[in-house]
């Protein structure tokens, strides 16, 4: 299947800091990518969507202006936690869609931020 | 809206043996699709099985199966053969439409016993 791959896999920065994630499709192009976020022992909640060339569609409560999203290219979209603080610390999952085929969306492995 | 429900936080089952994850669903929407994924302790999510709603047979892979009871708005996945490698977090998900958003079930933690 294809391979959707996420950097860093663990970060872990102080309060106030911004950190940067990256989610790349490595072999193909997504037209969309998805955010997610997971805290421990609970589900994925989407946090946004991401489509290329313009802006990112934020979920109901997510602040748009500390999760900077951007989806400069088919095959990179960036989740950027400004000002993060320690409620930031989340496992944080990416997803990209082929295009096309209601079952057709790969998962990151995920990135584990870490805010101290 | 759209809602998953996944009432089992918990399950043990034994190994070799079958073990049924349950998954309820709502939607309006006439076409949908409905996923289960497996999420290991290193976080990854991997994609087990598919059923759309259009489809008229049940979904297999492998040891997977997909028991989809429309009426009833059930998609319930039955392990077989349980292996010590399947415990996990189990999700069940689904999707409206010919989108991508997918919305995920509270999932179900399993454990498998030697």
């Known amino acids: 299947g294809a391979v959707v791959s996420q950097h860093p896999s663990r970060v872990i920065c102080k309060s106030g800091t911004s950190v940067k994630i990256e989610c790349r499709s490595l072999?193909?192009?997504?037209?969309?990518m998805f955010w997610y976020r997971q805290f421990p022992k609970q589900s994925l909640m989407l946090m946004a969507t991401?489509?290329?060339?313009?802006?990112?569609?934020?979920e109901q409560g997510v602040e748009k202006d500390k999760f900077l999203i951007n989806h400069a290219s088919l095959t990179l979209s960036t989740l950027t936690v400004t000002s993060a603080h320690p409620e930031d610390s989340s496992f944080y999952i990416c997803s990209a869609g082929l295009g096309g085929g209601i079952y057709e969306q790969y998962f990151g492995p995920g990135t584990r931020l870490t805010v101290t | 809206a759209q809602k998953i429900t996944q009432t089992q936080p918990g399950m043990f089952v034994q190994e070799k043996e079958a073990v049924t994850l349950d998954c309820t669903y709502d939607?309006?929407?006439?076409?949908?699709?409905l996923f289960w994924y497996k999420q290991p302790s290193s976080g990854e999510m991997i994609f087990l099985i598919y059923q759309g709603s259009y489809d008229q047979q049940n979904a297999t892979e492998g040891r997977y199966s997909l028991n989809f009871q429309k009426a009833r708005k059930s998609a319930n996945l039955v392990i077989s053969a349980s292996q010590l490698g399947d415990s996990a977090m189990y999700f069940c998900a689904m999707r409206e439409g010919g989108g991508f958003k997918t919305i995920f079930g509270a999932g179900t933690r399993l454990f498998v016993k030697a």
């Open positions: 072999d193909f192009q997504a037209t969309t």
């Open positions: 939607t309006s929407d006439p076409s949908y699709g």
């Open positions: 991401s489509n290329e060339g313009s802006k990112a569609t934020y």
